[in-house]
């Protein structure tokens, strides 16, 4: 009896406070659109047009290719630990800082998500309000509901709403690149007149940045994986290759019109409904999959069961989506320095520790103050130090706090 209430429970709430069984697993091409939907993003195709005006031809590949090989190993790594386990990043969390101190990273996730899925409908709302000379308030409660609803039936309606939106955004992405190529002569030519001093050091820091907090939440997607091939291929190639169709769609068109936002590169190609196709599923794709996140972590720190909390992430995000574009972005980029400490830790922990992340295995502790400590120091590394890479130093100071507390502290117990 009680085995088949845990099934129940694990089917409604899509096991969010379970391991994802043998049954519920799913192949390439499932994970392959949901992850592909995950990456396919509006911002980052801004970020994109930033590297477009701010780099040569040559300093933008290497810049991409860079920062996507580190942005692919860092959520690789996440994604065979989630297959492998079957665990949320939140029972992942639970392991590595303990059942209490993984209320942390669960408010740190949930808190950041939920922002930015309010940040997501606003910046779809805002532009398609101006371009069809409507309230954009009507449409934020229209985006805001639909996004909300697709979220709410979980991996199965990812799966569908990711699987319609990644073709069109990449034919619509391809076609204004190729456009811009040919009216600008070239990708050479186009990036060798907006060239500006961005650094290749600052265009891999763009690149990671750009995801790397996002990408934190893989494990809540590729725990459904059928096996960990499938989980690191999919999610490499959706990190790597998906994410470089973002840039490089930012980035030509940015290079050829001077724009630093996708929406308005298109309007300015005249091409105004594929803009707000491409600008509608992007959001939802993303803001899907950040919903989600936002829920299981409510239902970590609450107890209570997933589907309500995602009903009350969308509320919230959607009531305060304007507000939250307006006010809270910088706040929301200051938050994600903590999110990337967080994945480092889980990975770090997963190696040193990995009987604790079998089947039945219970968190080894209450609260585990290396991890906690981690992150705080990781997100004052990561926003105050200003050499080399914001992300990565923050993962550094975190795996450092986390070692230390590791051989000073609970060896000697």
Same mark, same amino acid.
């Not at 091409?271 to 919903?291: C, M, Y």
């Given at each position: 009896?009680?085995?088949?209430?845990?099934?129940?429970? *694990?089917?409604?709430?899509?096991?969010?406070?379970?391991?994802?069984?043998?049954?519920?697993?799913? $192949?390439?091409?499932?994970?392959?659109?949901?992850?592909?939907?995950?990456? /396919?993003?509006?911002?980052?195709m801004?970020? !994109?047009a930033?590297?477009?005006?701010?780099?040569?031809?040559?300093?933008?590949?290497?810049?991409?290719?860079? #920062?996507?090989?580190?942005?692919? +190993?860092?959520?690789?790594?996440?994604?065979?630990?989630?297959?492998? %386990?079957?665990?949320?990043?939140d029972?992942?969390?639970?392991?590595?800082?303990?059942?209490?101190?993984?209320?942390?990273?669960s408010?740190?996730?949930?808190?950041t998500?939920?922002?930015?899925? #309010?940040?997501?409908?606003?910046?779809?709302? &805002?532009?398609?309000?101006?371009?069809?000379?409507?309230?954009?308030?009507?449409?934020?409660?229209?985006? @805001? +509901?639909?996004?909300?609803?697709?979220?709410?039936?979980?991996?199965?309606?990812?799966t569908?709403?990711?699987?319609?939106?990644?073709?069109?955004?990449a034919?619509?992405g &391809?076609?204004?690149? =190729?456009?811009? !190529?040919?009216e600008?002569? $070239?990708? =050479? +030519?186009?990036?060798?007149?907006?060239?500006?001093?961005l650094?290749?050091?600052?265009g891999?820091?763009?690149?990671?940045?750009?995801?790397?907090?996002? @990408?934190?939440?893989?494990?809540?997607?590729?725990?459904?994986?059928?096996?960990?091939?499938v989980?690191?291929?999919?999610?490499?190639?959706?990190?790597?290759?998906g994410?470089?169709?973002?840039?490089? /769609?930012?980035?030509?068109? !940015?290079?050829?019109?001077?724009?630093?936002?996708?929406?308005?590169?298109?309007?300015?190609?005249?091409?105004?409904?594929?803009?707000?196709?491409?600008?509608?599923?992007?959001?939802?794709?993303?803001?899907?999959?950040?919903?989600? %996140?936002g *829920?299981?972590?409510?239902?970590n720190?609450?107890?209570?069961?997933?589907?309500?909390m995602?009903?009350?992430?969308?509320?919230? #995000?959607?009531?305060?989506?304007?507000?939250?574009?307006?006010? /809270? =972005?910088g706040?929301?980029?200051?938050?994600?320095?903590?999110?990337?400490?967080?994945?480092?830790?889980?990975?770090?922990?997963?190696?040193?520790?990995?009987?604790?992340?079998?089947?039945?295995?219970?968190?080894?502790?209450?609260?585990?103050?290396?991890?906690?400590?981690? =992150?705080?120091?990781?997100?004052?590394?990561?926003?105050?130090?200003?050499?080399?890479?914001?992300?990565?130093?923050a993962?550094?100071? +975190?795996?450092?706090?986390?070692l230390?507390?590791?051989?000073?502290?609970?060896?000697?117990?």
């Amino acid at each position: 009896m009680a085995q088949r209430t845990s099934k129940r429970q *694990g089917a409604d709430d899509d096991y969010a406070l379970e391991a994802v069984p043998a049954t519920a697993r799913k $192949g390439f091409w499932s994970m392959f659109v949901v992850m592909m939907g995950f990456t /396919f993003f509006s911002a980052s195709m801004s970020v !994109g047009a930033k590297l477009g005006n701010g780099l040569d031809f040559t300093g933008f590949i290497w810049s991409v290719v860079i #920062g996507g090989i580190i942005l692919g +190993a860092y959520t690789g790594g996440l994604a065979y630990i989630g297959c492998d %386990t079957g665990f949320t990043l939140d029972l992942l969390a639970q392991r590595s800082f303990g059942t209490a101190g993984s209320k942390l990273a669960s408010v740190l996730i949930a808190f950041t998500q939920i922002g930015w899925f #309010g940040v997501g409908v606003a910046m779809f709302a &805002i532009p398609a309000a101006e371009l069809l000379g409507i309230s954009p308030v009507i449409l934020v409660i229209i985006a @805001g +509901a639909c996004m909300t609803a697709s979220a709410y039936f979980g991996i199965k309606a990812l799966t569908i709403v990711s699987a319609i939106s990644v073709p069109l955004i990449a034919v619509l992405g &391809i076609y204004s690149m =190729v456009l811009s !190529g040919i009216e600008g002569g $070239g990708l =050479v +030519a186009i990036f060798s007149k907006s060239a500006g001093s961005l650094s290749i050091l600052g265009g891999v820091g763009l690149v990671i940045g750009s995801f790397v907090s996002g @990408g934190t939440a893989t494990p809540n997607f590729v725990r459904f994986a059928k096996n960990n091939t499938v989980a690191v291929t999919t999610t490499v190639i959706a990190f790597f290759l998906g994410n470089s169709l973002m840039f490089a /769609f930012g980035a030509v068109g !940015g290079a050829f019109t001077g724009k630093d936002d996708i929406f308005y590169v298109m309007i300015a190609q005249g091409l105004a409904i594929p803009a707000l196709i491409v600008l509608g599923a992007n959001i939802w794709t993303t803001n899907n999959n950040a919903l989600y %996140t936002g *829920g299981l972590g409510l239902t970590n720190i609450t107890g209570l069961r997933q589907k309500p909390m995602v009903l009350v992430s969308g509320v919230v #995000g959607t009531v305060a989506a304007i507000w939250l574009y307006n006010n /809270f =972005v910088g706040w929301l980029n200051f938050l994600n320095a903590t999110l990337p400490p967080v994945g480092a830790i889980v990975m770090l922990d997963y190696v040193m520790h990995r009987k604790n992340y079998r089947a039945g295995a219970a968190p080894a502790h209450k609260v585990h103050w290396g991890s906690i400590v981690g =992150v705080v120091a990781g997100a004052i590394v990561g926003n105050f130090v200003t050499l080399g890479i914001t992300s990565i130093n923050a993962m550094i100071a +975190a795996c450092i706090c986390y070692l230390l507390a590791e051989y000073l502290i609970y060896r000697k117990k």
